[in-house]
């Protein structure tokens, strides 16, 4: 299964191997995301997406389409950056701010 943001059922919306992914469902997910956010993993920041999003289009709906397919992510696609903020004022070797 894969998540993608469908704005116009205004929510998340799960795609699995029977469902068929288009362009207008990425060019809609890739429109949703917020500007000025940290890269992911890969580098590549919202901004980023939304810049060359005629171009990655149809790369990555070249992408999901195997995935979806055989019902595997590549392992990256389950990657993600934390970064804790320290809050001014706060307790930085506090971990449950209780």
Known sequence: ???????YRNK??????DCN??????VSTIKS???NKSPG???????FYKSFI????????KA????LKSQTMVPSWTEATIVVVHKEGKD????CHC
């Open 12 to 17: 998340n919306t799960i795609y699995n191997s």
């Open 64 to 67: 999901y389409h195997p995935a």
């Open 92 to 95: 930085p070797t506090d971990l």
């Open 41 to 47: 993993p890969d580098g590549f920041a919202n901004d």
């Open 21 to 26: 992914i288009n362009n207008k469902i990425i």
């Open 1 to 7: 299964e894969i998540f993608f943001y469908d704005k």
């Open 33 to 35: 995301l917020k500007n």
């Open 54 to 61: 005629d171009l990655l289009t149809p790369l990555l709906l």
